[in-house]
């Protein structure tokens, strides 16, 4: 129980911590998404999301689901920081505002950890082969593989909480005046640095601010060189050679590049011409490009030793403090329906479902939509523990110092390496 306890105030303070640190950078046959809303309580949802593109592809989805049901669907919509406040306000004060909550992959362990959320398994579903099998996993507590929480009995099989909504994942876009087939990173450097001299641009664009977008952009560049923040029994690793020698290399590249406060920044840098390439992710491709895209290769991130990339999926969850439990299930099903996700492609969402990744006429209209198939079957997800928002906190602030050049790398990492144990000790992970 105090174990407990301590993980609690724990991720807390962390979810804090990540907040304020945010707030200063700006197996059936498929269920029937026709479904109508039965044993209604009240005649309204109301779901908590993100603003932008999914809140809008959210709202298309709350308006069709009222016509065809009579279900009125409010929806809030909220920056990234505020709406993560508000999801776990809503939750741990049990205030039941919300019957849906839109969840960033890495809030979910702390969600479905805590007992926040509503297995899936109440209203009986079935399992959907359609979805890509990442993206059901990441959707899944405990996880289907890797390490497990210590306070996680054996024998507790993983169970599906959440559907995933929004594909998203880390992908890679170049000018094509670097005319490059990048084999390695190592050859991708060299590469783009000459690309950069050539055509009077900045090599590389990245998110280079501490905290999450620093975290986020190295990720990419650690799983590519092999290398890992934690082995399978929770020890901290992020101080070992691939890890090193990953750091060592994103900083050689970004002596010849520029920083940007966020990705969507850094990746804009790309699309206007100011840099030769960057990281970026689907929901922002449309956004930022229109699908004009004659000047620019989209990609898988480029390998060193394995091709790998970060997960950064949006889920729709039902906490259990709902108010309306069966109206909100039979809602997400919609949403995350084939239907509605051929028509959210078309307001730049990537789909999780294999049938509308493969389907020929958005294929032909987003030609990079393979490309985010494959990546996400290659992706890797952020360390699945409540402790993250510590971690990620502590990492960024090391990575920043590095790439200033105020740290050597070895020594960044293993300064990295000691504050990550003592959390983690804390939190009751080591005998």
């Given at each position: ?5 301590i ?24 269920l ?11 005649n ?21 689901w ?29 205030t039941?505002t919300?019957d ?27 399992t ?27 024998d ?35 590469t783009?640095?000459?690309t ?18 620093i ?8 799983w590519s ?36 406060n ?27 490009s ?7 290769t ?17 889920l729709?969850?039902i906490?259990i403090t709902?108010?309306?439990k069966?109206?909100?299930y039979?809602f ?10 051929k ?14 990744f ?31 928002p ?22 960044a ?10 959390l ?5 992970y080591?005998?």
């Amino acid at each position: 129980m105090r174990k407990q306890f301590i993980i609690q105030i724990t991720f807390l303070i962390g979810l804090l911590i990540l907040t304020a640190a945010c707030k200063e950078i700006a197996e059936e046959l498929p269920l029937e998404p026709e479904a109508t809303a039965t044993s209604a309580k009240r005649n309204a949802i109301r779901i908590a999301s993100r603003d932008g593109a999914i809140g809008s592809s959210l709202e298309r989805a709350g308006q069709i689901w009222t016509e065809r049901t009579g279900t009125e669907v409010i929806i809030d919509q909220f920056s990234y920081n505020y709406l993560q406040e508000q999801v776990f306000l809503d939750v741990q004060n049990d205030t039941g505002t919300y019957d849906v909550i839109l969840i960033d992959d890495p809030w979910f362990p702390s969600l479905a950890g805590y007992d926040y959320l509503v297995p899936l398994s109440a209203f009986d579903y079935q399992t959907d082969h359609d979805f890509v099998q990442r993206s059901i996993d990441v959707a899944m507590w405990p996880p289907p593989f890797g390490p497990r929480h210590p306070f996680l009995a054996e024998d507790n099989v993983a169970q599906l909480f959440a559907l995933p909504l929004v594909g998203n994942v880390q992908m890679f876009w170049y000018q094509n005046s670097a005319a490059a087939n990048f084999t390695t990173l190592s050859n991708m450097i060299d590469t783009l640095q000459v690309t950069a001299t050539n055509n009077n641009l900045y090599a590389y664009a990245y998110a280079g601010q501490a905290g999450n977008p620093i975290v986020t952009e190295f990720n990419a560049w650690n799983w590519s060189y092999g290398g890992q923040i934690f082995d399978e029994n929770w020890n901290v690793v992020i101080d070992q050679e691939p890890s090193v020698q990953a750091l060592t290399d994103f900083i050689r590249l970004a002596n010849s590049s520029k920083s940007y406060n966020n990705s969507l920044d850094s990746s804009t840098a790309v699309y206007d011409n100011q840099a030769a390439a960057s990281l970026i992710w689907p929901t922002q491709i449309t956004s930022i490009s229109n699908n004009q895209l004659n000047e620019i290769t989209i990609a898988a991130f480029p390998p060193e030793t394995t091709q790998a990339t970060q997960l950064g999926h949006w889920l729709l969850g039902i906490p259990i403090t709902a108010g309306s439990k069966q109206e909100a299930y039979n809602f997400i099903l919609w949403a995350t329906s084939t239907e509605m996700m051929k028509e959210s492609v078309r307001e730049g969402i990537p789909p999780t479902r294999t049938s509308v990744f493969q389907d020929p006429e958005l294929v032909a209209d987003y030609p990079w939509l393979p490309t985010v198939e494959a990546s996400i079957n290659n992706a890797h997800w952020r360390p699945r523990t409540p402790e993250w928002p510590n971690i990620e906190h502590v990492l960024g602030n090391y990575l920043s110092e590095a790439v200033r050049g105020e740290l050597e790398p070895q020594e960044a990492l293993t300064l990295a390496r000691d504050e990550i144990y003592a959390l983690m000790l804390q939190a009751g992970y080591y005998d």
